[in-house]
């Protein structure tokens, strides 16, 4: 008996050691804090474009997305909580809060403290000048942990303030529960200086109509869409007569169109498999240095791909030139692009404006002067499957309405950019001195 129990322990030290060995070999795979962040801002921003609800999304209930996701902790409530505090986001901060005050007392296991949701609430409350509010919280936080290493030294504070200010300090927000803060949230969430779209709302002129297009909100009116037609064409490209494309126009200032069926599933699946050992997070063109660096505001993982690399990649970039009549000899290498659930780039234009280093100066190949993007997957919400083209310049010079961007709400986005520049194309698309071309 006691030879078993030693095999016994023998055998389960060679399998501890070799759990030890797998996580530390494949560590680097593991998530760690940046990507908790990460991941957390994501889902801020998601609900922030499309209004989603914060109860339906702590039960897993996503708005225009197909199936249900997995119900959320008292522990992942309070992340997504803490995260948009970091963001200054208080409102909204303390709506996950309270939805993890709500989970953490269902929890047979707990997966967050009590003290520390309340400890945040009184904070939020206190930046949203409710004091009577955050004084109340502090000392629940006491009755509940008195030796909490906070608690008193927060009341001490906050009863200062409201001594000191008196009962000016909560005239703006007199609450006592709340869901007058949730009733309240969409209405006075443009007024709140530190609302996180607020905040992009000032820097960013067009951004409602961005968060309307997002969510499929209607934004034009029914004259300006009754001249949006779909049609079968060839361009004037005796190579598309004997099977002419598909084309929906989808604005007319600036021209926009889509073109359905013109990639094939199996292209779709060959390039996402070549792309996907070679993804790295993307990177955006510093318009002060010129550089090329990561930044928050885009959120994807991409690889770029020559010609030359297969057959069916040139293939997709000659049809381009075909569909477009533009020079393709100049463009960018195909771009192919992940974006997951959040993953987004924020309102941006691809073209260098007037006043921006010229990061593609390297290139010599002069201004972006047209988008071409392969959809290659259908996601649950967030995008579609087919291919759209843009011109980013007027004949005359910048179109500043070609500004875009959608974030994934749910599924996995992907894409295959292909960037076109001014040199070769001088006489295919020609300058102008009309204003409005």
Not at 59 to 86: K, N, W
Not at 238 to 243: A, G
Not at 295 to 304: G, L, N
Request: glycine content about 6%; proline content about 3%.
């Amino acid at each position: 008996m006691f030879r078993n129990l030693q095999e016994k322990n023998r055998c389960h030290e060679r399998i501890e050691m070799t759990l030890v060995h797998n996580i530390s070999f494949v560590g680097l795979s593991f998530p760690d804090q940046e990507d908790l962040k990460g991941a957390a801002t994501a889902l801020l921003r998601l609900q922030d474009t499309y209004l989603l609800d914060t109860s339906q999304l702590a039960r897993g209930e996503i708005a225009g997305a197909r199936s249900r996701a997995l119900e959320l902790t008292a522990g992942d409530c309070f992340q997504l909580g803490y995260q948009a505090v970091a963001l200054e986001d208080y409102k909204r901060a303390i709506q996950w809060m309270q939805e993890a005050l709500v989970k953490v007392e269902q929890e047979d296991v707990k997966t967050a403290s009590e003290p520390s949701i309340l400890e945040f609430l009184a904070h939020c409350a206190f930046k949203l000048k409710n004091i009577k509010h955050a004084v109340k919280l502090a000392r629940q936080i006491i009755a509940i942990a008195p030796h909490h290493p906070r608690a008193f030294e927060n009341l001490y504070h906050y009863e200062s303030v409201l001594n000191t200010k008196g009962d000016t300090a909560s005239s703006e927000y007199e609450y006592d529960e709340y869901s007058s803060y949730y009733s309240s949230y969409e209405q006075s969430d443009e007024h709140d200086s530190h609302s996180l779209r607020a905040l992009k709302r000032a820097l960013i002129p067009s951004f409602d109509n961005y968060e309307k297009l997002c969510r499929g909100d209607r934004i034009r009116s029914h004259r300006v869409e009754s001249k949006l037609k779909c049609r079968y064409t060839t361009n004037n490209n005796s190579y598309l007569l004997l099977q002419p494309i598909k084309q929906e126009i989808l604005s007319l200032d600036p021209f926009i169109c889509m073109y359905h069926d013109i990639i094939s599933d199996k292209d779709i699946e060959l390039f996402k498999k070549i792309a996907l050992p070679r993804l790295a997070r993307a990177t955006v063109t510093n318009p002060k240095t010129g550089a090329l660096e990561t930044a928050t505001y885009r959120v994807s993982k991409s690889a770029w791909f020559k010609d030359k690399v297969h057959p069916r990649i040139a293939h997709a970039s000659q049809f381009v030139k075909e569909i477009t009549g533009l020079e393709t000899n100049t463009a960018e290498e195909l771009h192919i692009i992940n974006y997951g659930i959040g993953g987004h780039y924020e309102p941006h234009f691809d073209f260098k404006r007037e006043g921006e280093v010229d990061g593609f100066a390297r290139l010599g190949t002069g201004n972006r002067i047209a988008t071409w993007i392969y959809y290659l997957s259908d996601v649950d919400a967030g995008g579609a499957k087919g291919s759209a083209a843009w011109y980013n310049l007027k004949m005359n010079g910048d179109d500043l309405n070609t500004i875009h961007c959608m974030p994934v709400l749910s599924g996995s986005k992907w894409v295959g950019n292909k960037w076109l520049h001014e040199l070769n194309n001088e006489f295919r698309r020609k300058c102008s001195l009309n204003s409005w071309e």
